[in-house]
């Protein structure tokens, strides 16, 4: 049972342009939200997150958005850069299960120059 | 301030045989969570311990067993090696514990770059 998912396996945008990453869950008591990001032969970084009392959070180019009722997050990315080529993971997190985070499959982003 | 660092960064073993994994958490973190990924996959929670205590574990077998040191470095160890165990693994550290809940920042997991496993 897949709780958190990310459809896109892959996305691909030119520099400068907008990279918008999404993800859907389906557990009605997650209630913090967290975007990391891996790069090859590293661990995941953490991103940036949202609380289930907000509907968005912003930091520079970052920004995620979140929809309750229709149980969906996103991440844009503005202006793309290609150093952002990476995997992003969308997580989930339920009360004070502080470590226990739910990872969706991840979407592969490639910008290019 | 150090990060995440875990060892062994790639070992092979065979099937039935017995792995230990090992992982130095960040300095002032005093909680540490071990995740699985397999290839093509997100990772997947392991368990997290707690003051030396096991405090939360996802759907694993128990020949998936876990220590935490005083100093809150951790060992992953897991008994009768399957094929499908080839992954890698994950350690992540944070600041937890229930009166770090209102902290800025507190309970962001830091992870190290992994301990890749091949069980032939």
């Known amino acids: 049972d897949q709780q958190v998912k990310q459809n896109s396996p892959s996305l691909s945008v030119q520099e400068g342009r907008i990279s918008i990453l999404n993800c859907d869950y389906t557990n009605s008591m997650f209630d913090y939200f967290l975007w990391y990001k891996k790069y090859p032969a590293e661990g995941p970084t953490f991103l940036i997150s949202?609380?289930?009392?907000?509907d968005k959070n912003e930091d520079g180019r970052f920004t995620v958005f979140l929809n309750k009722s229709a149980k969906h997050l996103s991440l844009h990315i503005v202006p793309s850069q290609p150093g952002d080529s990476a995997v992003y993971f969308c997580?989930?997190?339920?009360?004070?299960?502080?470590?226990?985070?739910?990872f969706g499959q991840g979407t592969i982003l490639t910008v290019h120059p | 301030e150090t990060g995440v660092t875990q060892s062994p960064t790639h070992l092979i073993k065979t099937r039935g045989q017995q792995v230990t994994l090992r992982c130095s958490s960040q300095?002032?973190?005093?909680?540490v969570s071990w995740y699985q990924q397999a290839l093509g996959q997100g990772p997947q929670f392991i368990f997290q311990y707690y003051r030396e205590e096991e405090n939360g574990r996802g759907n694993f077998p128990p020949r998936f067993s876990g220590l935490q040191f005083p100093n809150y470095s951790s060992e992953l160890n897991v008994n009768a090696l399957e094929l499908d165990d080839s992954a890698l693994y994950l350690c992540?550290?944070?600041?937890?514990?229930?009166?770090?809940?209102?902290?800025?920042?507190?309970?962001?997991?830091?992870f190290g770059a992994g301990s890749r496993l091949t069980v032939l």
């Open positions: 997580a989930a997190r339920a009360g004070t299960s502080y470590g226990k985070l739910t």
């Open positions: 992540a550290s944070s600041f937890g514990g229930f009166w770090a809940s209102g902290r800025s920042g507190a309970n962001v997991l830091t």
């Open positions: 949202i609380s289930s009392i907000k």
């Open positions: 300095s002032g973190h005093n909680t």
